[in-house]
């Protein structure tokens, strides 16, 4: 596997090249002066890339940072690389067009060859794929104007702590208050929520593999009750693993149960692997860990090579949409399927799947170490190269499943002093308390190293500061 070789040790805090600095700072001015007051990333790191390789990210004032971010997991090779790149400039040096809407063209039939080739065999065999506009969230759309339109019902069951997208439909299915608060009706549809399982904070008080087990005995019994409320709906939708709730992973055997609720009752499950797929969990698609087959799977980030893609693959009993039916003037970006298809079977072909396991298992272990040491750390979860360390307040009482609240001000805390030593992270989870890890792939053993030594050193100052001792 070859990986772009980048400096480690020039720390954020060590500029480069000093001479950016001006134009860096009149250009956050100019961001801030004119762009929306939605913009997310830019107010938790100030910075202004200009050129990026694997997983370091420079500056425009010379400062390098590694970025566990990765475009929201959307890079699983991280920044340019070579394959990807070699896919868009052979594309663009073909005089192949850009813009075909939904012309058939080879690098399309390319890209659907290697998506196939990714997917389960029993999946695969009966599946269709329509193309969407270019985020997830229109695919999420789109995977629910389809079974709607299959099965001629309207309601939709989803999770707590889920998140699925911001336009109108994805966002009635997201779990985020604050998001549904800000929106008149909080997004269109009927929304029935499920509680997700989530031991660290069970909704039901017990935490462990019975929380799970309750769940799913909740969520057959309201759906059976005749006066549970709850009409038919058109679709079940969840995430194997939640990543914008918290990197919350659900029990495999509660999503094998999730799968025979939804079989026996005629209601299409609809899986959400727009973060979780591509190798990111230590399988190439996080429904693999537990062996269940969807009746649709929706799918962006990292499928496009690092460009604008999403799609929703289904089982073809479900295609009976007319012309037209779900269409997206964006659906057809020659360059993002090809970038998608390379980054595809180099994955496949690289054994990165394997290697996110190995170096995701290697993270975590080191991170639940440091919750010996650290109180203010109440949990470390994830799966694969998907990580997540909760943070909480380590002087309040615990509950009855072990768990203190959330400290949103310590993972801002920390999530600065991580960029003031050359890390970027971001935060996830409930009340914003759990700080996320989405390293690309292609981490090296000595960018693993220095991500966890730059997370141990932060997390060790603020809980040093917390607590009045010194660091």
Known sequence: ????????????????????????????????????????????????????????????????????????????????????LEAVRRTLDSGAPLHVLDLATPEKDDFTDALFATLPPAFADRARIHFCGPAGTDAVEAALKLTQTATGRRGLLAFTGAYHGMTAGALAATGNVAAKERVA??????????????????????????????????????????????????????EVVQGEGGVVAAPDGWLRAM?????????????????TGVGRTGAFWAVEHSG??????????????????????????YDGWLPGAHTGTFRGNTLAMAAGAATLRYVAREGLV???????????????????????????????LMIGVELVDPEAEPDACGSRPAAPDLADRVRAACLARGLIVELGGRFGSTVRLLPPLVITDEETEAVLERLSDALTEVSAQASGRPA
């Open 1 to 84: 596997m070859t990986v772009p070789t980048v400096d480690l040790l020039a720390p954020a805090s060590a500029p480069i090249a000093a001479s950016g600095s001006a134009s860096a700072e009149g250009i956050l001015r100019r961001q801030r002066a004119r762009e929306s007051s939605a913009r997310t990333y830019a107010r938790s790191f100030p910075i202004v890339p200009a050129s990026a390789e694997g997983m370091t990210i420079e500056g425009t004032d010379g400062r390098r940072y590694l970025d566990c971010l990765s475009g929201a997991g959307t890079l699983a090779l991280g920044h340019n690389h070579p394959v990807a």
């Open 185 to 238: 009706g909080g997004g269109a549809g009927e929304v029935t929520r499920l509680p997700y399982p989530y031991a660290y904070r069970c909704p039901f008080g017990i935490g462990g593999e019975r929380g799970a087990d309750l769940s799913a005995t909740y969520v057959q019994r309201l759906v059976d009750d005749p006066s549970g409320g709850v009409v038919r709906p058109a679709a079940m939708i969840l």
């Open 259 to 275: 799968r025979r609720i939804t079989s026996e009752r005629e209601i299409p499950l609809i899986v959400d692997e727009v973060q």
């Open 292 to 317: 269940i087959v969807p009746d649709v799977m929706v799918m962006s980030k990292a499928i496009g090579g690092g460009l604008p893609l999403a799609v929703i693959v289904y089982d073809e009993s």
């Open 354 to 384: 394997e290697r996110a396991a190995v170096v995701g298992a290697r993270m975590t272990a080191r991170l639940e170490g440091l919750r010996g040491r650290l109180p203010m750390i109440g949990d470390v979860r994830g799966r694969g």
